[in-house]
């Protein structure tokens, strides 16, 4: 509740910067009201210009939405195109030379890759992979550093009409091995390793591990050495060099449907199972292409850096897809900004003369907290907006960003969106839209936001509600792979109108400005990552010690919130030294199960945990208690209400 507070005694606001909004695409309130209306009052023609457009299809589309089978919604159905060509082919005629990527590796080196040179990489993996068999609509999964490699991955799937799925390289064996058995993938695209902050990342050793413990899907493993440590498994791994060597540069793409499948991307949700959400081809490539058009105001002369990794879909949309789908130059950094010390980012933004960044509010904050003397020791004239992802940034990291970062010059994009949604849903046009800090501003045109009760009625202003999309648009979620049932009780449930249901709370101004409370499912969201308190609750019991355990979230200073478990063992409860070294066994476990960024910051044993009458977790006391109060007002209800005392350690 202490962001809320926060939040709504934040008044003040910023004009859009006149200099920046004289060369934006939309440049003043009054455009973006115009392509509001547009959408208004032809919602498919407004869709269906914007696809025609940003995109090049290669068999132009007649029907823009084809809703008979809602909530399955289709776009574009006969359409065809292939994502690699939006990305690469169609830029070569007039920028061949021009730098697609410039790849910082975690020691400084920097390498160079052209437009030219990017397609023909893509091009030899893709021949490569089809060499290997792999074919339309088969599944890969892709478990890489952040090196250029894993976009050419990520293109090279998408150029034969592959289905990847990006598993981000710090989640564990076990959840690796889930996510490839969920897609049935045959072939996996690794290298021996990464390297972050001075240390090797071993990929290719959880990849084994993931296999050793049941992949039968999967037949072939590619692997890219980049630490030189490729221990090759005869008759099952190649070498990414190997495959390639000897394959040409130029490689037929597959011109897809609209619809067939781009990519699958896990997330979590509210139950223990991540959810692996469908995104389409023509769909996705459409507001990928317009958002970063539109809200990074993306054009030729830019140096664009995203710090996303490509295992999140910040990756996908706005590092592979959307900036190399406009042609632009983007930096790609393999490393983390406190090494070798935290100036890293400032100095690549000098260093790269960075003209748009777009990073994460736990990355902010992180970096606020070491002082104003580090940013001031470098050049960051070359800025001219700067960007927020994945969770409420608080108005203090805001200014601090807007001041010192971008020296009251740069605009500051709070985008609101999610893996489900695609691209951008809810964000300023930088030189149209006034900014507020901690407010996401305004839907952008076309995405019909708004906020309502759990009927589905709209609230009023200044009132907490669901934040809902009203109507389907292009890069919308398709399904959950394996499990459409889930995706529409999930995203469509029944009371609410078939609205798309986001699992965010959020109240409107009254400007009519979108203000994110946070979420409303099981769901905590730390250093911007989504994480499932079920999903931990199901790696806790799985350890043998353990029968019972409850996850909940509080609020971090840096991570915005900050993982608390409360752990029943069988036996005695642990106690002293025991309980130690019980928390960091458990600690490990977790890192094990899921990754290290799911393992809990507390853990706290007790002879059980608060329930009702009825047998349900009290989740809502444990909030409390995770912040040091004990529950005011009526736990009548409660089982055992002894317990409360004992989890609060007194
Ligand atoms: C949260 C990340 C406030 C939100 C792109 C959402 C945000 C979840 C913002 C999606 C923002 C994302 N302000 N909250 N600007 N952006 N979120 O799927 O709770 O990893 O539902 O996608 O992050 O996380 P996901």
């Not at 990928?288 to 539109?294: E, F, G, L, Q, V």
């Not at 010390?341 to 990355?363: C, L, N």
């Not at 740069?410 to 985008?415: E, F, G, H, R, Y």
């Not at 609750?537 to 900050?562: D, N, R, T």
Request: charged content about 20%.
């Amino acid at each position: 509740m202490s962001n809320l507070e926060s939040i709504l005694t934040e008044n003040r606001i910023f004009p859009p910067n006149p200099a920046f909004s004289a060369r934006a695409r939309i440049d003043s309130k009054a455009a973006y009201d115009r392509l509001v209306a547009e959408a208004e009052a032809d919602y498919e023609g407004f869709w269906a210009r914007l696809a025609r457009e940003f995109v090049t299809w290669d068999t132009p589309f007649s029907t823009v939405l084809d809703a008979h089978r809602a909530p399955h919604y289709r776009w574009f159905t006969e359409g065809r195109l292939n994502a690699s060509v939006n990305c690469i082919d169609r830029h070569l005629p007039t920028k061949a030379n021009k730098i697609a990527l410039i790849a910082e590796a975690d020691d400084g080196s920097v390498r160079h890759i052209s437009y030219q040179q990017l397609h023909d990489q893509v091009a030899q993996l893709a021949n490569g992979l089809r060499s290997l068999g792999i074919a339309q609509g088969d599944r890969v999964i892709i478990y890489m550093p952040m090196i250029p490699e894993a976009s050419i991955a990520m293109l090279a799937c998408a150029r034969i009409g592959a289905i990847h799925s990006v598993v981000f390289g710090g989640f564990s064996a076990e959840a690796l091995r889930d996510r490839i058995n969920d897609t049935g993938a045959r072939l996996i695209i690794t290298a021996d390793g990464g390297m972050r902050g001075g240390r090797a990342v071993p990929l290719k050793a959880a990849v084994d591990k993931a296999i050793e413990a049941g992949c039968p899907s999967v037949e072939k493993v590619v692997v890219y050495e980049r630490i030189g440590n490729a221990c090759l498994t005869e008759g099952r791994d190649i070498a990414w060099a190997t495959l390639t060597a000897a394959q040409p540069s130029t490689c037929p793409p597959v011109m897809v449907e609209a619809e067939h499948p781009l990519f699958l991307l896990y997330t979590s949700g509210s139950t223990g199972k991540p959810k692996g959400v469908q995104h389409s081809t023509g769909g996705f490539l459409v507001n990928a292409c317009m958002t970063n058009a539109w809200v990074f105001d993306l054009t030729d002369d830019d140096v664009y850096w995203c710090t996303a990794d490509v295992g999140w879909i910040t990756g996908h949309s706005y590092v592979t897809y959307g900036p190399l789908a406009l042609g632009v130059t983007q930096v790609m950094f393999e490393g983390i900004p406190s090494y070798p010390d935290g100036g890293r980012f400032w100095q690549m933004i000098e260093r790269h003369k960075v003209s748009v960044f777009y990073t994460a509010p736990t990355a902010i904050r992180a970096l606020m907290k070491l002082g104003d003397a580090i940013p001031a020791q470098y050049d960051l004239t070359s800025l001219r907006l700067l960007g927020t992802v994945g969770e409420p940034i608080n108005p203090e990291a805001w200014m601090w960003y807007h001041r010192v970062i971008g020296a009251e010059r740069c605009p500051i994009a709070d985008t609101w969106w999610q893996t489900e949604t695609g691209a951008h849903m809810i964000a300023p046009l930088p030189g149209a839209i006034a900014t507020k800090p901690g407010s996401c501003t305004l839907p952008l045109p076309g995405i019909i936001a708004d906020i309502v009760d759990d009927e589905g009625n709209p609230v009023g202003h200044n009132q907490g509600g669901n934040l809902v999309i009203k109507k389907p648009w292009p890069s919308m979620i398709r399904t959950i792979w394996g499990d459409d049932a889930r995706f529409a009780r999930s995203y469509f449930p029944e009371k609410l109108k078939g609205y798309y249901l986001a699992g965010d709370s959020a109240r409107r101004d009254d400007d009519g400005y979108f203000w994110i409370m946070g979420r409303i499912d099981d769901v905590l969201n730390v250093s911007g990552h989504r994480l499932g308190t079920m999903e931990i609750e199901s790696a806790l019991v799985a350890h043998p010690k353990v029968a019972e355990a409850a996850v909940v979230g509080k609020p971090h200073e840096i991570k915005g919130e900050a993982v608390v478990a409360f752990v029943v063992c069988k036996g005695e409860r642990p106690q002293g030294a025991e309980a130690e070294a019980m928390v960091n066994t458990l600690r490990d476990w977790v890192a094990e199960q899921i990754g290290p960024i799911a393992k809990p910051d507390d853990i706290r044993f007790g002879d059980n945990l608060p329930k009702t009458r009825s047998g349900k977790i009290m989740r809502r006391l444990l909030r409390g208690i995770a912040i040091g109060e004990l529950p005011q007002g009526d736990v009548s209800t409660l089982e055992n209400p002894a317990i409360l005392e004992q989890l609060l350690g007194k």
